[in-house]
């Protein structure tokens, strides 16, 4: 079975930090790009950040560029997003995504979605 288990997730206070972590099994992790959606409440679900299987390509959404910062551990099968200076408009649930193309990810036509993790952002 297909498992993308996110984690990390937590109540925060505007400019802290967090650093979510998503542990996949299942997949052959290194040759799909993977990438973090997030879906605010009554809102649609966004974008955030995409990297492809090699990490030569990344992909920020406007609204966290410069304070987010997508990796991932091919040998660990677990990508991370590391987001800095977060803002009450970052609460979210986070969802980590894998997909066969980094185009398809940052187009929302993934294979995998996990099951999320709240950020809430206090200001």
């Known amino acids: 079975d297909v498992q993308l288990q996110a984690s990390g997730g937590g109540f925060v206070q505007a400019g802290g930090s967090l650093k979510l972590s998503c542990a996949t099994s299942g997949f052959t992790f290194d040759e799909y790009a993977i990438g973090w959606f997030r879906q605010a409440p009554g809102k649609e679900r966004e974008g955030v950040s995409c990297i492809d299987f090699s990490r030569g390509s990344t992909y920020y959404a406007d609204s966290v560029k410069g304070r987010t910062t997508i990796s991932r551990d091919n040998a660990k099968n677990t990508m991370y997003l590391q987001m800095n200076s977060l803002k009450p408009e970052d609460t979210a649930v986070y969802y980590c995504?894998?997909?066969?193309?980094?185009?398809?990810?940052?187009?929302?036509?993934?294979?995998?979605w996990g099951q999320g993790t709240l950020v809430t952002v206090s200001s």
């Open positions: 995504t894998a997909g066969p193309t980094f185009n398809m990810v940052v187009s929302g036509m993934v294979d995998y």
